[in-house]
């Protein structure tokens, strides 16, 4: 009932802002409606694109410390983002963190319509510098019509150095904090007619509010557009990151109340976090190329190809993992534009060679070989999709042909040395969008599309270095929505509701060390509301105060098991764990004509089971975060000084859970109240 009562309030709203006449609120600020979306081929305004997108722009990523994008995406209705530790980063969209003990898992990312996620379907979104990013959009809900396997959805990121129009512009920054934090960027963008080029470096360091989980990453990205001639364009985006984190695992309940910064500790059996030297080491080197052609004023092309490698080493309380990671791939998309009618086709290929060494962890040691074994994962798809536009209705149908083949060997054992296949059929995964004009400004829109996520290499081969056969989890999105702006751009509102059955849902479980593993657990009922309002109450240039907005993203995810047994034990109709029911969010921003300008966020989440059985929860959070700043030009430099607090209100709370944790082990307490300051310059 409440998700209906929030649809039909959203409906009757939309429908009264709709008749009303007034004069313009705005003068001096960027409409959201007008910004283009590109998910799914669209190319339209956010208003008319028929999908459930959030746009993120680059003054929103810069509203807090400009370290990570956790605050950030958290601002997004429908959207979560976890941070057990200092770079150790879990993502999920309309829930799936079940699946995710770290990591990004069961979403498609791409960075400039370059595939970042890896053909075993993992991607290291902690390699990624927030500064080096102009743009965010996320799609909700299952996307694989076009961005290949996932039931969550996709993150487009966005970097593009020709929107610099000077010929040379230089820009610099420092950051420094509690718990040592020292966040440094310098880079130089140069621009001419035909090429485009954006040299980026960066440097972060944390001491980590808990024991045992410093974090250093440093990073050089290259970003570069050419224009051939006018027909053709080429793309390039190149980066290396060194990253180190350490990860300080969980702690039980009385730990978490009464010291909450300690480590992962020892017991009769294992030994702790800080003895073992736990964390992770990762060296990667990223290359992705893409060429634009257009072959009439009809047809077109756009094909890239990827290659990467990563040097990964994990000493974990139980072992230590050594991984040699080889990705390439490429993806073509064919684009026939005519007027009201767009198809695209294409098709996306990647294959993952990873050589895995398990050894004893020696005190951070690698010691004796314990396994080592040969994996190689495959995965393709081809999609189709067309674009049609009738008037005040706008048609988007497309399908996709998924497969995942795997084989992994284990070459340290003499029985087992062969190789041995789990390979997914041929799966269809289909999308049917409708979008219609209700007025100028507000559009009703309508989703049908089927998700499907085989299990990723971390999945098959857990941390209990053993293989499992798992099913690919797979399920069909119904989702209704309404979207656009009232008032003459004084509101701007996106309201949604959806139904999602995942079958074969794959879920985490916890052996007596500790160490993840994975099941199928049956049927999950994923039904749910999103609504964000974004009200501009102030926009004029001549004005003290230039801009002022309110805005307010509310999630109700009342997720449940449909179908879960588990031995003996049937946890039907328990809530599906790790997904808080509900999440608001209040956002403030103020900007002033002398430069001055405040943002705020106010986060409201509710409790979170950390077990199946719904026996244990962590409890609801309230987390404040401000920032004061002040921001000018003089002549052609920008200056930007800031200074700002985390967790004004001194929380105690978990900023991502150990499900199904052995021992009680659930909680990895985030930083109490922290503070940072800054200044960034551009010249």
């Not at 000084?641 to 985030?670: P, Q, V, W």
Request: aromatic content about 12%; overall charge positive; hydrophobic content about 35%.
């Amino acid at each position: 009932m409440k998700i209906l009562f929030i649809a039909a309030a959203i409906l009757f709203c939309s429908s009264c802002f709709a008749q009303k006449d007034s004069t313009k609120f705005l003068t001096d600020t960027t409409i959201l409606e007008n910004v283009t979306v590109t998910a799914f081929g669209s190319n339209a305004k956010w208003k008319d694109a028929p999908a459930a997108v959030a746009l993120i722009n680059q003054k929103q990523l810069q509203r807090f410390d400009n370290k990570t994008l956790v605050p950030i995406l958290n601002a997004v209705a429908g959207v979560r983002m976890e941070e057990r530790s200092p770079g150790s980063y879990r993502l999920s969209i309309r829930g799936s963190l079940i699946r995710s003990p770290f990591g990004v898992r069961n979403i498609r990312v791409y960075w400039n319509d370059i595939p970042l996620t890896d053909a075993g379907g993992n991607t290291y979104l902690n390699l990624v510098d927030v500064n080096q990013l102009q743009s965010i959009e996320i799609i909700k809900g299952p996307a694989s019509s076009m961005y290949g396997a996932n039931t969550g959805g996709a993150l487009l990121l966005k970097s593009n150095p020709s929107i610099f129009n000077q010929k040379n512009i230089f820009n610099a920054g420092i950051e420094t904090g509690s718990y040592g934090l020292l966040n440094e960027q310098a880079g130089w963008n140069h621009h001419t007619e035909k090429l485009s080029f954006s040299l980026q470096q960066s440097h972060l360091q944390n001491d980590g509010y808990r024991q045992q989980s410093a974090l250093r990453r440093d990073n050089i990205l290259g970003d570069l557009k050419w224009s051939i001639n006018v027909h053709e364009e080429l793309s390039a985006l190149l980066f290396y990151t060194n990253l180190h984190y350490e990860t300080p695992g969980g702690i039980n309940k009385p730990q978490f109340d009464s010291l909450p910064t300690l480590a992962r500790l020892p017991t009769s059996t294992l030994p702790g976090a800080i003895q073992q030297h736990s964390g992770v080491y990762n060296k990667t080197g990223f290359a992705g190329f893409s060429l634009k052609s257009a072959f009439s004023n009809l047809w077109s092309n756009t094909t890239t190809i990827t290659v990467n490698h990563t040097d990964f080493k994990n000493p974990f309380i139980t072992n230590y993992e050594k991984r040699d990671e080889l990705n390439y791939g490429a993806r073509t998309v064919f684009e026939m534009n005519a007027l009201k009618f767009k198809w695209l086709s294409g098709a996306e290929w990647q294959q993952n060679i990873s050589h895995i060494n398990n050894y004893d962890n020696n005190g951070g040691v690698a010691g004796d070989l314990m396994y080592d074994d040969d994996v190689h994962v495959q995965q393709y798809f081809l999609f189709t999709q067309a674009n049609m536009q009738f008037n005040k209705l706008t048609v988007q149908a497309g399908a996709s042909l998924n497969r995942q083949q795997l084989k992994y060997n284990r070459v340290s054992d003499s029985v087992y040395n062969f190789w041995q296949h789990q390979n997914t059929k041929f799966l269809l995964a289909p999308r049917l969008s409708l979008l219609y004009n209700i007025t100028n400004t507000a559009s009703l829109y309508g989703i049908i599309s089927k998700g499907f996520s085989p299990p990723t290499l971390a999945e098959v081969r857990p941390s209990t270095n053993q293989f499992y056969n798992l099913q690919p989890e797979y399920g069909w999105n119904f989702e209704l929505g309404i979207k656009g702006s009232a008032l003459e751009n004084f509101l701007s509102f996106d309201g949604s509701v959806y139904a999602f059955k995942l079958r074969h849902g794959i879920v985490e479980q916890t052996d007596s060390t500790g160490a993840d593993f994975f099941v199928n657990a049956g049927n999950i009922k994923e039904n749910g509301a999103e609504l964000w309002v974004d009200a501009r109450i102030i926009g004029n240039k001549n004005s003290f105060i230039k801009d002022l907005s309110i805005s307010n993203s509310f999630t109700y995810q009342p997720y449940k098991f449909n179908n879960y047994l588990s031995g003996t034990k049937n946890y039907a109709g328990n809530r599906e764990t790790g997904v808080p029911k509900t999440i608001d969010v209040v956002a403030l921003d103020i900007n002033t004509a002398p430069g001055i300008y405040f943002n705020a966020n106010a986060n409201f989440t509710s409790s979170i089971p950390l077990t199946d059985a719904n026996d244990i929860y962590a409890d609801s959070y309230k987390l404040v975060q401000l920032k004061l700043g002040y921001k000018n030009q003089f002549k052609k430099t920008v200056l930007d000084f800031y200074f700002g607090i985390d967790n004004l209100l001194n929380e105690k709370y978990s900023l991502g859970n150990d499900l199904n944790a052995i021992g009680g082990r659930y909680f990895n307490a985030a930083p109490r109240r922290n503070y940072f300051t800054g200044v960034r310059i551009n010249f």
